[in-house]
C-alpha cells in the first residue's frame, strides 16, 4: 500500500510562486510513475505533471515553462515547483502513483487519472488575480 500527503498549497497572487511536495511512504523512484494532477470545481481531474522511473517527465501544455516535478534526495518526496500562476491555475493538486508498468507507453500513462492507483488527500491552490 502507498501512502501519499501533499502540502505547500495556499493561496497566492497572480505572477507568484508555490512549491507543493508529497509524502509518500515508499521510495518514488521505484514507482513506474509519479505524478501530480488538477481538479478545479466542474472540471475533470487533469494530468499537470509527471515523471517516470527512468527521470523522464511530461508536462501539460498549459504548464509547460512553468512549473517543474521533481524528486527530493530523500526518495520519498515529490515536488511541483509553479511559477508565473495565473487563475486557471486555481484547484485542488493531488499526488498520485503506479508502481506497476500498465503496457502503455509512458507518454500515453503520464498524465492519464486512469492509470494511478495511488492518491493523496490533495492541497488547495488558489490564485488571486
Known amino acids: 500500500q502507498v501512502q501519499l500527503v501533499e502540502s505547500g498549497g495556499g493561496s497566492v497572487q497572480a505572477g507568484g510562486s508555490l512549491r507543493l511536495s508529497c509524502a509518500a511512504s515508499?521510495?518514488?523512484?521505484?514507482?513506474?510513475?509519479v505524478a501530480w494532477f488538477r481538479q478545479s470545481s466542474g472540471k475533470e481531474r487533469e494530468g499537470v505533471a509527471a515523471i517516470a522511473m527512468d527521470g523522464a517527465t511530461r508536462y501539460a501544455d498549459s504548464v509547460k515553462g512553468r512549473f517543474t516535478i521533481s524528486q527530493g534526495n530523500a526518495k520519498n518526496t515529490l515536488y511541483l515547483q509553479m511559477n508565473s500562476l495565473t487563475s486557471e491555475d486555481t484547484a485542488m493538486y493531488y499526488c498520485?502513483?503506479?508502481?506497476?508498468?500498465?503496457?502503455?507507453?509512458?507518454?500515453?500513462?503520464?498524465?492519464?487519472?486512469?492509470?494511478?492507483?495511488?492518491w493523496g488527500q490533495g492541497t488547495q491552490v488558489t490564485v488571486s488575480s
Open positions: 498520485a502513483a503506479e508502481p506497476t508498468y500498465r503496457g502503455y507507453p509512458f507518454a500515453f500513462h503520464a498524465l492519464r487519472a486512469s492509470m494511478y492507483n495511488y
Open positions: 515508499v521510495d518514488t523512484s521505484s514507482m513506474y510513475s
